[in-house]
């Protein structure tokens, strides 16, 4: 259980890279439709916020395959899985 700790650890700090990667995109798009940012400045910007969203998503990926009891369950995975059981029973 011990191994585990600097897993959760690390899971949570990539959650939380990926919460503000998320973020910063969104202000980025703002500021482009607001008129603050050009669209230059947009395309130059952006790819390095999509290459590091990438690769956030592809090391939780990789944790949660080699560690899935690391992640919490996803509720989208529960909805759709919920979502089958009221189909099935009509």
């Given at each position: 259980m011990r191994s585990t700790d600097p897993t959760r650890k690390r899971v949570q700090c990539l959650e939380r890279e990926l919460t503000q990667t998320g973020k910063a995109i969104e202000r980025l798009l703002?500021?482009?439709?607001?008129?603050?940012?050009?669209?230059?400045?947009?395309?130059?910007?952006?790819?390095?916020?999509?290459?590091r969203e990438r690769s956030i998503r592809t090391e939780l990926q990789a944790?949660?395959?080699?560690?899935?009891?690391?992640?919490?369950?996803?509720?989208?995975?529960?909805?759709?899985?919920?979502?089958?059981?009221?189909?099935?029973?009509n």
């Open positions: 703002a500021a482009y439709q607001e008129g603050l940012l050009g669209i230059e400045q947009l395309r130059e910007r952006m790819p390095m916020l999509r290459q944790i949660a395959d080699q560690t899935p009891s690391c992640f919490d369950p996803v509720p989208s995975v529960e909805i759709s899985a919920q979502n089958k059981t009221n189909h099935s029973s």
